[in-house]
């Protein structure tokens, strides 16, 4: 194998310049992703539990198709054939909407806090297509949880007088929540690792970041590495998390 | 709405420009969802081999049989996979010296990813049986590779099948990814076909999402009947 590598070319001035940002933004788009994903994963969980059927079936029919169909044709089908689901207006009003973006970039002598600009159609179409792709496993994972629990402690906090909502809210959700939140850390690990199928429609995250140092620089190798080790180092992160959650709040109770 | 051009194109999405000819390998530019299909097939059948061998690497008590494996895993598991294509599509040629096709190199890709999950299913799945199992089978006399291959493996690997089912679904949807390095599969197809007329992004991404859903439907849905009846006949722990 005959390769140089320049490890400089890639590690300082413009080109890691660039990795930053990508790293940057494969945050932003992960954050703001993830509190959508969770809010409309919860709604969707409830419908799923409610006893009105249409809710059910909605609901159902939510989280198995969007379980069983690519994230790829998503990302793809909410950039291009959203015009479909979405009225001409909104969408108009979509593009010409100003919003404000708070500004990460303190390293490399950047220092602002924020700014108002135009909406970034393709970021917005993969906070999108990601939210709604983790919505429904996450959706899963917190019916999962609710369901693990007996139902016999439904039944006991009922006969001990306590309403449907409290039993819920003090003694369900609680257990509940122990037992969902590690596989909710490992479904928002998945999220950062799938932000990475926004590239394909321009979102200019880690690896469409790489790709372009890769096309600039002809240093594929060293832009590979250094975004890998990037992806690796954030996913060794929320391992940890887990890991430590699991030691410090996960009773073993038995049933 | 322009739903004729899904249906003029139809054929073209399920298997792409594919030939049948008597020269080996008999089949030649496969392409749309037989493409996927083939792909996610070999993809799920060589990473089972792989993460056989991985998952039961890690359980080793010898470190320098696990370690290896620990690292494999963890590595595999923390990287997207898009970026395991674009290592093995751009960097292999660099690294062995001649070039490596789209699919062969997106196949690559997946058994590597695919055999870190795969490990991970077989050590849960071995992990799952009561230890009694092993003891007992040591017990009577067989060897640690005799257990396994005689008692631990029938009854666990019987217990994985549909983790398997599982992760071949999501290898399916994975395969939508060797779109990006030009392997002409079913979103490539779409990609195409929805350059080429302009007119009906939408419907031509819904038809393929359903083609995509039906396959992994009834896979995800045969799993799920797969687990009721398994559990069964599972040996359980005192």
Redesign the interface.
């Known amino acids: 194998?005959n390769?140089n590598f320049e490890w400089d070319v890639v590690l300082s001035g413009e080109y890691a310049q660039w990795l930053y940002e990508g790293f940057v933004t494969t945050m932003q788009i992960s954050v703001v992703s993830l509190v959508c994903a969770m809010l409309l994963g919860i709604i969707i969980c409830v419908m799923r539990m409610t006893p009105f059927k249409p809710f059910r079936w909605f609901a159902l029919a939510f989280t198995?198709?969007f379980?069983?169909?690519?994230?790829?044709?998503?990302i793809?089908?909410w950039y291009?054939?959203?015009?479909?689901?979405i009225p001409e207006g909104i969408m108009t009003w979509l593009n010409e909407l100003y919003v404000f973006v708070p500004g990460a970039f303190t390293l490399f002598g950047h220092e602002f806090v924020g700014e108002w600009m135009l909406l970034n159609v393709e970021f917005f179409s993969g906070v999108i297509a990601l939210t709604v792709y983790t919505s429904a496993f996450i959706a899963e994972e917190i019916r999962a949880g609710i369901f693990s629990i007996p139902k016999n402690q439904l039944e006991a906090s009922r006969a001990v007088g306590l309403s449907f909502t409290q039993a819920y809210r003090y003694v369900v959700l609680p257990q509940a929540l122990r037992i969902v939140v590690p596989p909710l850390i490992s479904q928002s690990l998945n999220l950062i690792?799938?932000s990475?199928?926004c590239?394909?429609i321009g979102v200019s995250e880690l690896?469409y970041m790489?790709?372009q140092v890769?096309s600039y620089s002809f240093r594929?190798?060293e832009a590979?590495t250094v975004?890998?080790l990037i992806?690796?180092c954030?996913?060794?992160v929320v391992?940890l998390c887990i890991n430590l959650y699991n030691k410090h709040f996960m009773l073993q109770v038995k049933y | 709405m322009h739903w004729e051009v899904v249906w003029n194109n139809f054929d073209y999405f399920l298997w792409g420009a594919t030939k049948f000819d008597g020269v080996f390998p008999y089949i030649h530019n496969v392409g749309g969802l037989l493409a996927s299909i083939i792909l996610a097939v070999l993809g799920i059948f060589f990473a089972f081999w792989i993460g056989m061998a991985f998952g039961l690497m890690r359980l080793s008590k010898k470190p320098w049989l696990r370690y290896p494996s620990v690292f494999y895993i963890e590595v595999i598991r923390g990287v997207p996979l898009l970026m395991l294509i674009f290592w093995f599509y751009f960097l292999a040629p660099v690294a062995m010296g001649k070039n490596l096709p789209g699919f062969q190199s997106s196949l690559i890709a997946f058994v590597i990813f695919t055999g870190a999950y795969i490990a991970e299913i077989v050590r849960a799945g071995v992990l799952a049986l009561p230890s009694g199992q092993l003891e007992a089978a040591r017990g009577t006399g067989l060897s640690q590779a005799q257990a396994m291959v005689f008692v631990i493996l029938p009854q666990a690997l019987r217990n994985m099948i549909p983790s398997f089912v599982n992760q071949f679904v999501s290898l399916t949807k994975d395969t939508s990814l060797a779109y990006v390095i030009g392997v002409n599969e079913l979103t490539r197809t779409a990609v195409q076909v929805d350059n080429r007329e302009m007119n009906a992004s939408a419907e031509i991404y819904i038809t393929i999402a359903v083609l995509y859903f039906i396959v992994c439907w009834v896979l995800t849905s045969t799993s799920r009947r797969m687990e009721k009846q398994l559990s069964r006949y599972q040996a359980r722990g005192s």
């Not at chain 1, 069983?68 to 998503?74: C, D, E, G, R, S």
């Not at chain 1, 291009?80 to 689901?85: D, I, K, Q, S």
């Open positions: 194998m390769y198995e198709f379980r069983n169909t690519p994230l790829m044709v998503q793809l089908f291009f054939g959203a015009y479909l689901v690792k799938n990475s199928l590239m394909v690896t790489a790709r890769e594929g190798f590979f975004a890998t992806y690796l954030i996913s060794l391992s």
